[in-house]
C-alpha cells in the first residue's frame, strides 16, 4: 500500500505524517509512506488546500489533519477490497 | 492549488456551471473574476462530476463553497450535493434577473454580479418573487 502526504512541509503535514505513521504501525501492515512536497505533483491530484492524504492513489483527505483512527478505518477499507 | 492548511484562513471555494447559454457563460466569467480578486478560489465542476478524488476532497474540506448557476437547473449546486456536500452559498443567475438567452455577456454585467456577490446585495435564500417584492418597498426610481 503507498500513502502519500501532500503539503509543503508545515507543520500540519508533518502531523499528517505523523498520524499516518502511527496508523500504520498499530495495523502492523507493509505501507509505504510518501511526502509529497512539489507544487506541480499536489496540483496534479486537483486539491486545493493542503494537508492531504492519499491512499493508493485516492485522496481522501484535504485541507484538514485526519485523525489516526480516520486514517486506520480508510487503509482498513482498502485492504478489504 | 489553493492554499496550505496552516494559514488559518478561510477557505472559500467557487464553482460555476459554465453551461453554453448566456447565463452560465456569465457565472463562468464571474467566478474567474471573483478568483482574479481574491474573494475565493474558483475550481472545477466537471473535475468533480469525473469523481476526481482530490477536487471532491478538496469541497468536502473547505470552510466555504459557492456555487453560480445561470439558471434554474443548478446543475453547479446539484453537482456537490450529489457528493454530499451543501454549498454553503448558492447563486443563481436569473434570480438576479439576468435573462436566459437574451442577456449579453459584458464586462459591465460580470462586474455588477461580481459585486453583488461579493457585497452580498443579493441573498443567496432570496427568491425571485421575494426580491420583487422588496423592490415595491424601496426605491421609486424603478431602475435600481
Redesign the interface.
Known sequence: MKIEILGMGCPKCKKTTQNAQMAVEELGIDAEIIKVEELDKITEYGVMMTPALVIDGEVKVAGKIPAKQEIMTWIKEKTNQ | ??????NNTK?R?IYSCSGCADVGEIADQVARKLTRDGYG?M??LA?ISAG???????A???DENITLDGCSVACARKTLENIGVKPTETYILTDMYLEKGKTSVSEEIINVVSEQIKHGIVSRTQPKKEQENNKNTGCSCGSC
Open positions: 492549488m489553493g492554499e496550505c492548511g496552516c477557505t471555494l478560489k475550481t472545477c473535475s476526481i478524488s482530490g477536487t471532491i476532497a478538496s468536502k474540506g473547505a
